[in-house]
């Protein structure tokens, strides 16, 4: 589906026409664009009102050293422990299904073949160039955060997705960014307490680029969501 660089101005329209755009634009975004989204994204609820988001917003020269290395280290070879798996493993169906779909369909819009491990691996490699974006966010929590302070940062997450939707931006969440805790702690010098949960790009969409016309598929309404009346 062609991708939406437009602002939108409704919510209906922002969850539409948010995806995880995996090719930005150099372009980089207005202060105080950037500022309003994280001074609205202030009003995201939370159990108790916790707020247990630590929230880094790195550009420019930082957002560049950071990336470099990261890059440099993936480069060599050098790995670091993940704060928390990505997934349950092994997987169960549905589960599984959706997620192999979800490869296939973005390997076949690139048209990188299941063989070609190296185009696949270089794909997901762009992760940790924040896909080109101008902004890297990182967000860390407190290591005894329980799991719903965890769906408190989900939370905060679609938040800033949709808020930059309204501005015409585009993001990509990126739970990638746990793979390397050690190198995001060197730079952003978080507190021995926290770790990195997850990350996101953040900036203009490259309108042209094949990989930001997925649109995921969806399981069906009725499959997840059962009205009782
Ligand atoms: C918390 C979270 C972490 C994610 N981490 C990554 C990631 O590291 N790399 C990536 O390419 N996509 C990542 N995604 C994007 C998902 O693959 C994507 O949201 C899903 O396939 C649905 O597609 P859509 O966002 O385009 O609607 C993440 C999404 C979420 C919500």
């Known amino acids: 589906m062609k991708l939406n660089t437009g602002k939108s101005t409704t919510v209906t329209d922002a969850m539409k026409s948010r995806i995880t755009v995996r090719d930005f634009l150099s372009t980089p975004v207005d202060d105080d664009v950037l500022k309003g989204i994280f001074e609205t994204a202030r009003r995201a609820p939370s159990g108790g009102n916790l707020q247990p988001w630590n929230v880094h917003v790195l550009t420019g020269e930082p957002l560049n050293n950071f990336r470099n290395e990261v890059i440099g280290k993936l480069m060599k ?45 270089r ?29 408190d940062i989900g939370i ?26 050690d190198t995001v702690k060197a730079h952003i010098n978080h507190p021995d307490e926290q770790h990195i949960l997850v990350g996101m790009s953040l900036g203009y969409a ?20 059962t009205f009782h009346s």
């Open 206 to 225: 490259n309108p042209e680029a094949p990989v930001n016309e997925l649109y995921a598929d969806r399981a069906e309404l009725d499959e997840l969501v």
């Open 123 to 151: 794909q997901v490699g762009k992760n940790f160039l924040f896909f080109g974006a101008p902004v890297g966010i990182l967000i860390t929590g407190d290591k005894r955060l329980e799991v719903p302070q965890y769906y």
């Open 156 to 181: 905060y997450l679609q938040s800033l997705m949709l808020l930059a939707r309204e501005a015409g931006l585009h993001t990509a969440p990126q739970g990638a960014w746990r793979a390397f805790p």
């Open 77 to 121: 070879g050098e790995s670091e422990k993940d704060t928390f798996p990505p997934y349950p493993s092994p997987l169960w169906e549905p589960l599984r299904t959706w997620r192999y779909k979800l490869g296939e369909d973005m390997y076949n819009l690139l048209d990188i073949p299941k063989e070609d491990k190296m185009a696949r691996l």
